[in-house]
């Protein structure tokens, strides 16, 4: 069974940047697609962003609006979010999470059986 480990998330100011990872030891996620989801208090979990297992396809949710970019290096089997200009509203625990088949509806959390532990993204204005 493949296990994600997110990592990256921190504090930062309002205009900031932080670069998320999500790695897979002892396992794989070359060949799988993966996402990015994120849930603030109180709020239902919201995908952030996705990526096919090439890196040839990406999807990204309403709100990223050119701030978030993600990427992949199947070389280190390692999966990333780029996030840029963060705002308060940013602030969540952030989790990668590996999607499984070939249904393109990337936004559908049952689509994806493996879900990193997640990672504090903190914004402050």
């Known amino acids: 069974q493949v296990r994600l480990v997110a990592s990256g998330g921190g504090l930062v100011q309002a205009g900031g940047s932080l670069r998320l990872s999500c790695a897979a030891p002892?396992?794989?996620?070359?060949?799988?697609?993966i996402g990015w989801f994120r849930q603030a208090p109180g709020k239902e979990r919201e995908f952030v962003a996705g990526?096919?297992?090439?890196?040839?396809?990406?999807f990204y949710g309403d709100f990223v609006k050119g701030r978030f970019t993600i990427s992949r290096d199947n070389t280190k089997n390692t999966g990333y979010l780029q996030m840029h200009n963060l705002k308060p509203e940013d602030t969540a625990v952030y989790y990668c999470?590996?999607?499984?088949?070939?249904?393109?509806?990337?936004?559908?959390?049952?689509?994806?059986?493996?879900w990193g532990q997640g990672t504090q993204v903190t914004v402050s204005s």
């Open positions: 999470a590996r999607k499984i088949g070939t249904n393109a509806d990337y936004l559908n959390r049952e689509l994806y059986d493996t």
């Open positions: 002892g396992g794989t996620i070359s060949n799988t697609a």
């Open positions: 990526i096919s297992w090439s890196g040839a396809t990406t």
